[in-house]
């Protein structure tokens, strides 16, 4: 079971006085869901960035079980707010990209990613051109080509950011469903403080000046939803509500939302 571990990082971006994350430690293992949230501009994106190699930290180390993280791999899907699918392929053809890289022959690869499809419940979108997509099946479909490389760890910026409060909370349940039925380990950049709550294990609440972890929140919802209890009625729970107050505290710092 592969840990992901940012350890005491530091980010300082070229040509800037002051360092954007001042040294900050988490760790992701298999079955965690980790949400970072914190205002706009505390760093959450950079951090994930880290995470995903696509920076390397000024100082401190990001690592998978020892072995430093300096590049993008396939170990880590990473999903953006905006699907970024290759708009002249089908919904099949996106997912199967992944696997065509990996040189998997075609009925194979069409099979597995009708396969994903399936679970993010999009049975029935393989053949559809992306433009005859909502923006909610689009991200289901980003989401099943990041599944399709079987990583251990899914990086994930504001994956239901761009999307309608509605179609957002179905999501909400999908990413549970699919963190449930995968051994993958999640990191999430989210605003959404519901939202966090809901989908984390541990809620990680980032202040800025520098970015930094400043609060970090053990929450059972989402096993709670797992094990079958309805979103509904987690929500309205006296925990939940609390928790939800705990967290815009946190976030927010005494200051007015
Ligand atoms: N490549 C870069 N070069 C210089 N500054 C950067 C770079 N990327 C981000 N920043 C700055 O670092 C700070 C943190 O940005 P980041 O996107 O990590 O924050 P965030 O918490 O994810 O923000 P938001 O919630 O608004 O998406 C911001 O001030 C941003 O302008």
Not at 174 to 187: F, K, T
């Amino acid at each position: 079971m592969p840990t992901l571990s940012l350890n005491q990082v530091t980010i300082r971006y070229d040509g800037e006085p002051r360092p954007t994350i001042g040294s900050t430690s988490l760790t992701i293992d298999t079955g965690d869901f980790v949400v970072l949230t914190g205002r706009s501009g505390c760093g959450k994106t950079s951090l994930l960035n880290v995470a995903a190699g696509f920076i390397t930290p000024s100082s401190g180390t990001a690592g998978i079980d020892g072995r430093s993280i300096t590049t993008p791999g396939a170990d880590r899907a990473v999903v953006f707010q905006n699907d970024a699918l290759f708009p002249w392929l089908s919904a099949r053809d996106n997912v199967s990209f992944a696997l065509r890289m990996r040189g998997m022959p075609k009925a194979e690869r069409n099979r597995r990613a009708d396969e994903l499809l399936e679970r993010v419940r999009l049975p029935k979108a393989g053949g559809k051109a992306v433009w005859e997509l909502s923006g909610g099946m689009r991200q289901r479909v980003g989401l099943a080509r990041a599944l399709a490389a079987d990583p251990d760890f899914l990086l994930m910026d504001e994956p239901l950011g761009a999307l309608d409060a509605l179609t957002r909370e179905r999501m909400q349940t999908l990413l549970l469903d699919i963190w449930a039925g995968a051994n993958v380990g999640v990191l999430m950049v989210t605003h959404g403080i519901e939202e966090a709550l809901l989908l984390g294990t541990r809620g990680a609440v980032m202040a800025p000046d520098p970015g930094r972890i400043v609060r970090v929140i053990e929450t059972g919802f989402g096993r709670r939803y797992v094990a079958g209890e309805p979103v509904r009625s987690i929500k309205a729970d006296k925990d939940f509500i609390a928790g939800r107050a705990e967290l815009a505290d946190a976030i927010f710092d005494g200051e007015p939302a």
